[in-house]
Nanobody, 126 residues
């Protein structure tokens, strides 16, 4: 049974920072790529960032590159998203997701991820 639980969301002023965490249960977390996605009201879920199973490769959406950093601690079964210089357009529910395949390549595609957390709300005020 795989469960993903996000935490760390909240209300922050523009220019501020938040650190999201995603704690994963289930076996062999360290062999799966992990991703962060977000969904704003009335919009489709969109890719934010992902990280390879080893942590050696990361990829970011152009809208967050240089401001957000994804990382993971395989000993703690946790993936993080450090968000700096937040903007009002970053307001959304943020979801973490586990890749479908062990040792799978990182992907920006929603369909490449099998398990999803319940989401955590991030609100950035102007």
């Amino acid at each position: 049974q795989v469960q993903l639980v996000e935490s760390g969301g909240g209300l922050v002023q523009a220019g501020g920072s938040l650190r999201l965490s995603c704690s994963a249960s289930g076996p062999i977390f360290s062999t799966y790529a992990m991703g962060w996605f977000r969904q704003a009201p009335g919009k489709e879920r969109e890719f934010v960032a992902d990280i390879s199973w080893s942590g050696g490769y990361t990829f970011y959406a152009s809208s967050v590159k240089g401001r957000f950093t994804i990382s993971r601690d395989n000993a703690k079964n946790t993936v993080y998203l450090q968000m700096n210089s937040l903007k009002p357009e970053d307001t959304a529910v943020y979801y973490c997701a586990r890749h479908t395949s062990r040792f799978g390549a990182i992907s920006t595609n929603v369909e490449a991820y099998e398990y999803w957390g319940q989401g955590t709300q991030v609100t950035v005020s102007s």
